[in-house]
T-cell receptor, first 110, second 114 residues
Framework: KNEVEQSPQNLTAQEGEFITINCSYS?????LHWLQQHPGGGIVSLFM???GKKKHGRLIATINIQEKHSSLHITASHPRDSAVYIC????????????FGTGTRLTIIP | NAGVTQTPKFQVLKTGQSMTLQCAQD?????MYWYRQDPGMGLRLIYY???????DKGEVPNGYNVSRLNKREFSLRLESAAPSQTSVYFC?????????????FGEGSWLTVV
């Protein structure tokens, strides 16, 4: 079993729909990161969470430390949101190495 | 702002050839990483450098060597390329404290070994 599991693996939705991507992890963590990988391959950091909730524009990320679960939500989705969304965790063992999920491929249809 | 710059972007190698992927960051970060990304798998850590002069093996280090030349640069070398090393390689840098901070990635290097 992978330490970081994402669901769904693939998601296709119509423009305007509310999107939820889930991330579950099995280790104790100090932080969780959400990343976006564009079709051209570049990876950018969206959020870093250690507790609670963060919002940036139409993106909202939440984390429940007790349940070892995080969600990334996109409101009023748009075709430009089409990308692979990756969850990564930093364990609380003292090093700063990230463990990555396999990603969720999101396609928003106009 | 350059951020993390890695070269080359594309490379085709023959089995047994050697090559070096170069990475440089201009954010004065201590930590630098090399990852590989394969279809259906998450990014996997090849090597990690917590500071200038130190390197640690990651999850998949076999067949690779690294050099942390100075604080800016972290290179990845394939001494004798194998088809199993066909992948997309990403360099990254960060200044994480107990996981808190932002990680920055290069644009990726697409390597094919034939």
């Amino acid at each position: 079993k992978n330490e970081v599991e994402q669901s769904p693996q693939n998601l296709t939705a119509q423009e305007g729909e509310f999107i939820t991507i889930n991330c579950s992890y099995s280790v104790g963590i100090s932080a969780l990161h959400w990343l976006q990988q564009h079709p051209g391959g570049g990876i950018v950091s969206l959020f870093m969470l250690s507790s609670g909730k963060k919002k940036h524009g139409r993106l909202i990320a939440t984390i429940n430390i007790q349940e070892k679960h995080s969600s990334l939500h996109i409101t009023a989705s748009h075709p430009r949101d089409s990308a692979v969304y990756i969850c990564a965790v930093v364990s609380n063992f003292g090093n700063e190495k990230l463990t990555f999920g396999t990603g969720t491929r999101l396609t928003i249809i106009p | 702002n350059a951020g993390v710059t890695q070269t080359p972007k594309f490379q085709v190698l023959k089995t047994g050839q050697s090559m070096t992927l170069q990475c440089a960051q201009d954010m004065n970060h201590n930590s630098m990483y090399w990852y590989r990304q394969d279809p259906g798998m998450g990014l996997r850590l090849i090597y990690y450098s917590a500071s200038e002069g130190t390197t640690d093996k990651g999850e998949v280090p076999n067949g690779y060597n690294v050099s942390r030349l100075n604080k800016r640069e972290f290179s990845l070398r394939l001494e004798s390329a194998a088809p199993s090393q066909t992948s997309v390689y990403f360099c990254a840098s960060s200044e994480l404290t107990q996981g808190v901070g932002t990680i920055y990635f290069g644009e990726g290097s697409w390597l094919t070994v034939v």
